[in-house]
């Protein structure tokens, strides 16, 4: 079956599902993300992990009193515009749970729109579970008791990532390259403020912001980063524009390090091969070669489920999040929003990772993370347990350090007005 003749039964699926006929004891979740265009390998793959783990929790019982779990696609484009329109589709069909994760725009403008409308439309509230959007902003100034997100934010994981730099004194100039929009000018904004305060010997020598999902050709960059004279690149690039980046670094002889938020998405493997290894390096809640991996079970499923090679199981959060989410409609003996929500907040919960607290003061959760570097699998010459390949490649990530989960939070200034 062709890429393009599963994008467009996805893209149609996105049209029709909505307005089929349910069940009333089924609950179910709106998937808002880009199924087209630049992102829709991102978006189809984490439709794949969502309609996976729906299956999981129904074949375990399903939510609250049997209710099962259903996954409902929308085409957001990874325009703020766009999940708007696809959220009007969604009240309109009456579904109470909304889930969005690419696109930290996308993601505050969805926060607005659901307030606005739960303030106007008492007992028919909508709840955003929100597993990949990470704008330090959305768990601070527009905090919402409507609104739990379940990756740490960028913040959390830039902390992770400078502290590791720390007693690198190879590293004396740091060139920051990131997408032009709110998550990618935090990224740069924390990096800044986090190298000054713990390395301010470290020089930044450059700091660019490219247009979202728009550069196909990243070559001037990289030649600015090479005339730099840099030793590291900090990057919070996702998508293609973190695989057309690290390839034009490979095509273009730099052999920087690169810290990354999301070096193991997809694409990125498959372009770099040898080039990456020992230089692509990232800061996750998940790989595959974690150890002990209590999640490998449902990652071997995955590729089962889903065999084309591009696509692993990777969002560990996704599981993390349904998981609780069913929990949550035990605790409140409802799947009523407002009181899921209220079950979720504050929530102790014991991941595949270790123990995770779904933040009561701001509804962001505090897990564990690992920082992670690209070697050759074991089996072609790599370290033992680097036991896995990404996307069917040679290569896999190795751990560096775990950091508890304690040791992950952050303060915020959310200040949560509650129902």
């Given at each position: 079956?062709?890429?393009?003749?599963?994008?467009?039964?996805?893209?149609?699926a996105?049209?029709?599902?909505?307005?089929?006929?349910h069940?009333?004891d089924?609950?179910?979740i709106?998937?808002?993300?880009?199924?087209?265009g630049?992102?829709?390998n991102v978006g189809?793959?984490?439709?794949?992990?969502?309609?996976?783990?729906a299956e999981?929790?129904?074949?375990?019982?399903?939510?609250?009193?049997g209710?099962?779990?259903?996954?409902?696609?929308?085409?957001?484009k990874?325009?703020?515009?766009e999940?708007?329109n696809?959220?009007?589709r969604?009240?309109?069909?009456?579904?109470r749970?909304?889930?969005q994760?690419n696109g930290?725009?996308?993601?505050?403008?969805?926060?607005?729109a659901?307030?606005?409308?739960n303030?106007?439309?008492?007992g028919?509230?909508?709840?955003?579970?929100?597993?990949a959007?990470?704008?330090?902003?959305?768990?601070?100034?527009k905090?919402?008791f409507?609104?739990?997100r379940?990756d740490?934010?960028?913040?959390m994981?830039?902390?992770a990532?400078t502290?590791?730099?720390?007693?690198n004194k190879n590293?004396?100039?740091?060139y920051l390259?990131?997408?032009?929009?709110?998550f990618?000018?935090s990224?740069a904004?924390?990096?800044?403020?986090?190298l000054a305060k713990?390395?301010?010997?470290?020089q930044?020598?450059?700091?660019d912001?490219h247009?979202?999902?728009q550069?196909k050709?990243?070559a001037?960059?990289?030649?600015k980063?090479?005339?730099s004279?840099?030793?590291?690149?900090i990057?919070?690039?996702?998508?293609?524009?973190?695989?057309?980046?690290?390839?034009?670094?490979?095509d273009g002889?730099?052999?920087?390090?690169?810290?990354?938020?999301?070096?193991?998405?997809?694409?990125?493997?498959?372009?770099?091969g040898?080039a990456?290894?020992?230089?692509?390096?990232?800061?996750t809640?998940?790989?595959?070669?974690?150890?002990?991996?209590?999640s490998?079970?449902f990652a071997?499923?995955?590729?089962?489920?889903?065999?084309?090679?591009?696509d692993?199981?990777?969002?560990?959060?996704v599981?993390?999040?349904?998981?609780?989410f069913a929990?949550?409609?035990?605790?409140?003996?409802s799947?009523?929003?407002?009181?899921v929500?209220y079950a979720?907040?504050?929530?102790?919960?014991?991941?595949?990772?270790?123990?995770?607290?779904?933040?009561?003061?701001?509804?962001q959760?505090v897990?564990?993370?690992?920082?992670?570097?690209?070697?050759?699998?074991?089996a072609?010459?790599g370290?033992?347990?680097?036991?896995?390949?990404?996307?069917?490649?040679?290569?896999g990530?190795?751990?560096?350090?775990r950091?508890?989960a304690?040791d992950?939070?952050?303060?915020?200034?959310?200040k949560?007005a509650?129902?």
């Amino acid at each position: 079956m062709s890429t393009r003749f599963v994008r467009a039964a996805l893209l149609a699926a996105t049209c029709v599902l909505p307005f089929t006929a349910h069940s009333a004891d089924t609950v179910r979740i709106a998937y808002i993300d880009p199924l087209s265009g630049a992102f829709a390998n991102v978006g189809e793959s984490g439709l794949h992990h969502f309609q996976l783990m729906a299956e999981e929790i129904n074949a375990h019982g399903g939510l609250y009193q049997g209710s099962k779990l259903e996954i409902v696609p929308f085409d957001d484009k990874t325009s703020p515009q766009e999940a708007l329109n696809q959220l009007k589709r969604v009240i309109d069909a009456g579904i109470r749970y909304i889930s969005q994760g690419n696109g930290s725009s996308v993601a505050a403008a969805l926060v607005d729109a659901v307030n606005r409308y739960n303030e106007r439309n008492p007992g028919k509230e909508i709840v955003y579970l929100n597993y990949a959007a990470v704008d330090p902003v959305l768990t601070n100034e527009k905090c919402s008791f409507w609104h739990f997100r379940f990756d740490a934010n960028s913040d959390m994981k830039m902390e992770a990532l400078t502290n590791w730099m720390l007693p690198n004194k190879n590293i004396k100039k740091v060139y920051l390259i990131n997408q032009d929009y709110s998550f990618g000018q935090s990224v740069a904004k924390m990096a800044r403020e986090l190298l000054a305060k713990k390395r301010p010997d470290v020089q930044i020598v450059g700091d660019d912001l490219h247009p979202l999902g728009q550069v196909k050709d990243f070559a001037p960059y990289v030649a600015k980063i090479k005339q730099s004279g840099a030793d590291a690149v900090i990057t919070g690039n996702w998508g293609n524009d973190i695989t057309l980046l690290i390839k034009a670094a490979k095509d273009g002889g730099l052999t920087a390090p690169f810290f990354t938020y999301y070096g193991g998405g997809l694409g990125v493997m498959p372009a770099l091969g040898d080039a990456a290894v020992g230089r692509v390096k990232q800061v996750t809640e998940y790989h595959t070669n974690i150890q002990p991996n209590k999640s490998l079970a449902f990652a071997e499923e995955y590729w089962k489920k889903f065999p084309a090679k591009g696509d692993d199981f990777y969002y560990l959060r996704v599981r993390t999040m349904l998981q609780m989410f069913a929990e949550a409609t035990k605790k409140a003996k409802s799947v009523e929003p407002k009181a899921v929500a209220y079950a979720l907040e504050g929530m102790n919960f014991a991941s595949d990772t270790g123990g995770v607290v779904m933040r009561k003061d701001d509804h962001q959760l505090v897990q564990p993370l690992y920082l992670s570097t690209i070697y050759r699998v074991a089996a072609k010459g790599g370290p033992a347990e680097v036991k896995y390949g990404v996307e069917g490649t040679d290569y896999g990530f190795k751990t560096d350090a775990r950091i508890e989960a304690k040791d992950t939070a952050l303060p915020t200034t959310c200040k949560m007005a509650r129902p």
